[in-house]
């Protein structure tokens, strides 16, 4: 709205209207309730475009270096920013000039706001090299996101290196490993990045056929209507929402087809110049990776400021210039009817379909305590695939039923979790996470010296997974051997990095082994920081105030950890000893509930 309000001045009915159309667009307010980077990134787009539509009508410098520092801190975000840049050098070099009048005048805007623009780069650049010993210009994911986009098997939308696995963080680790095959040597994370965008050109230039035709399919995702999903399918979570079912929004093929109009009759005006450089460039960014609606947002947003032009326009019109209102009304509808052509054949937006993000709602229940209703979803998505026959679900499903056994377990149903675990090994004989299932099911029935060996068992077939490395520091704790649980954690934060569940294990191995409690707190405050509702470091947390007699707070940190582990066998122990139930500690609210101390 801000935006529109500068661009049109006293033309406020059409910054309205366009102000009114991007409030109501439902993936915008979608994507504006996600923790993502997009949301950040197009608040500091937006601010900085509405300083330099500022500086084209007051004519001073002053917002127009406001401006684009605040695009040079977007692009700590998304580097894909940076396309603006030539924009900077036509805005001072051309649209500016009856206001920087003199060549000196034009050489100090045109350095002055380039250096902003890309000194917060240069700024992460110098940070990457001190901390990690690699000079990588603010993020090192540049070079992959090319390869996804510009490969022979690239469908220009899914984010998947050819020759690595489905999911982000397995196709993320077997990317790095394919480059170093390639390479022969271990690479830093710039030369990774280096290494896939080398790749991307070989095939631009080998291959130019096959790359015109996947650039014309982005360029049909980025003008179409259909709202691409990446890692999660904006349609569903819609249907989940009764406030955005209701079918009075707008969309992007509407501000798309009406922005484009408003742009093209406002040509003409200084103050539309930095938000149509920015719409052009800023899909040529787009056009470079890949596509998806997460993405189109911030074009989204310049064009709503244009949105409402053209329908202005045309009520102005009709009744002295009827050919021309038409005409403009005329253009509009082609570009909405084209856009929509996108749909045809589009099957995003069949939500009872869409087995994996019913696997994902299932994730969202276990995390949020409800381990029944977890299981139910879980059981829902693999019927989901079942009965539409879904292609590429087989890795998805082995993480539905890896979680399944969890949710078993969680709400206390031992045996189906054990025959669920025992079908997944006989359906993947050879994968990893069956003697993981197998460990964790011997871990629930304090049987550690089994689960030791059986999550052993999968470290042979997976050296990086984390949650056998904490198993097996659980058994040994349990066997009071310390120091091999103290290697072992060691391991896994070297595999894993910083993670709750280590510090959370860590925690009560130092209260096992009797450590201070200056000690024990540091990590449990490194678990909680990282997880607040880690199990072992609320567990931990109760006995060490159970220890100095404060009730309450001994009371807050059990409940938290039975919230997460329900059948905390010390937990319950101490409970029985203190004849006090688990359902009565669990339903008290009256218990005041202290934050983590």
């Not at 977007?74 to 030539?86: E, G």
């Not at 082609?334 to 996108?342: E, F, G, Q, R, Y």
């Not at 595999?495 to 990590?523: C, H, Q």
């Not at 100095?548 to 319950?572: C, F, S, T, W």
Request: charged share 20%.
């Amino acid at each position: 709205m801000l935006v529109a309000a500068a661009l049109l001045g006293a033309e406020g009915w059409a910054g309205l209207i366009g102000g009114l159309l991007l409030a109501f667009c439902w993936p915008v307010i979608y994507f504006a309730g996600e923790l993502l980077i997009v949301t950040f990134f197009s608040t500091l787009v937006v601010g900085g475009l509405w300083l330099l539509v500022l500086a084209s009508e007051r004519e001073r410098l002053r917002e127009a270096l406001i401006g684009v520092g605040l695009l040079g801190i977007a692009s700590m975000a998304r580097p894909t920013v940076l396309v603006f840049l030539p924009a900077v050098l036509w805005l001072a070099l051309r649209t500016w000039r009856d206001w920087l009048t003199t060549t000196r005048a034009r050489a100090v805007a045109v350095t002055a706001m380039l250096g902003l623009m890309l000194l917060p780069g240069v700024a992460l650049t110098i940070r990457n090299q001190v901390v990690g010993g690699d000079a990588v210009f603010i993020a090192s994911q540049g070079g992959l996101n090319f390869y996804i986009g510009n490969n022979a098997q690239s469908d220009g939308r899914t984010a998947v290196v050819p020759g690595t696995s489905a999911t982000w963080a397995g196709g993320f680790t077997e990317a790095i490993a394919l480059a170093e095959q390639a390479e022969g040597r271990e690479l830093k994370p710039s030369e990774v990045s280096d290494y896939y965008y080398r790749q991307g050109l070989n095939f631009l230039a080998s291959e130019p056929a096959a790359a015109a035709g996947l650039y014309a399919r982005k360029l049909r995702l980025l003008l179409g209507a259909a709202e691409q999903s990446n890692n999660k399918n904006p349609h569903f979570w819609r249907a989940q929402n009764p406030l955005l079912r209701i079918p009075v929004f707008s969309s992007w093929a509407l501000i798309f087809a009406l922005g484009i109009v408003g742009l093209f009759l406002m040509r003409r005006r200084q103050q539309a110049m930095p938000l149509a450089l920015f719409a052009g460039l800023y899909a040529t960014g787009l056009l470079l990776f890949f596509i998806n609606e997460r993405f189109r947002t911030p074009e989204t947003i310049v064009l709503a400021s244009f949105a409402g032009v053209p329908v202005v326009a045309v009520f102005d019109a009709w009744r002295v210039q009827r050919g021309r209102a038409i005409a403009v009304a005329l253009a509009a509808l082609v570009i909405l009817s084209l856009s929509s052509l996108d749909r045809i054949g589009f099957h995003g937006d069949q939500v009872e379909a869409d087995a994996f993000s019913k696997y994902t709602l299932g994730n969202l229940y276990l995390r949020s305590g409800d381990p029944a209703l977890a299981v139910q979803t879980y059981h829902e998505s693999l019927e989901t695939a079942r009965r539409f026959n879904l292609a590429g679900f087989d890795e998805v499903e082995r993480m539905a039923r890896d979680s399944m056994v969890k949710a078993m377990l969680l709400a206390g149903d031992e045996q189906p979790a054990t025959q669920q675990a025992e079908h997944f090994a006989d359906l993947w004989p050879e994968d990893w996470r069956g003697p993981l299932l197998a460990g964790r099911i011997a871990a629930y029935r304090q049987r550690f010296a089994l689960s030791a060996q059986e999550y052993q068992k999968a470290l042979q077939r997976n050296p990086q997974a984390i949650e056998a490395l904490v198993g097996i520091a659980r058994a040994q704790v349990e066997a009071n051997v310390y120091n091999q649980a103290r290697e072992t954690l060691r391991h896994a934060s070297t595999v894993g990095g910083a993670r709750a569940d280590i510090y959370g294990m860590l925690a009560l191995l130092e209260l096992d082994r009797g450590s201070t409690p200056g000690r024990i707190w540091r990590y449990v405050g490194l678990a909680l920081r990282l997880d607040p509702g880690e199990p072992n470091a609320h567990r931990v947390a109760g006995e060490l105030y159970r220890r100095k007699q404060d009730g309450e707070a001994m009371i807050y940190h059990y409940r938290q950890a039975l919230l997460r582990d329900p059948y905390n066998v010390p937990i319950h122990r101490f409970l029985v000893r203190a004849k006090s139930s688990t359902e009565a500690l669990l339903a008290d609210e009256t218990i005041p509930v202290p934050p983590p101390r």
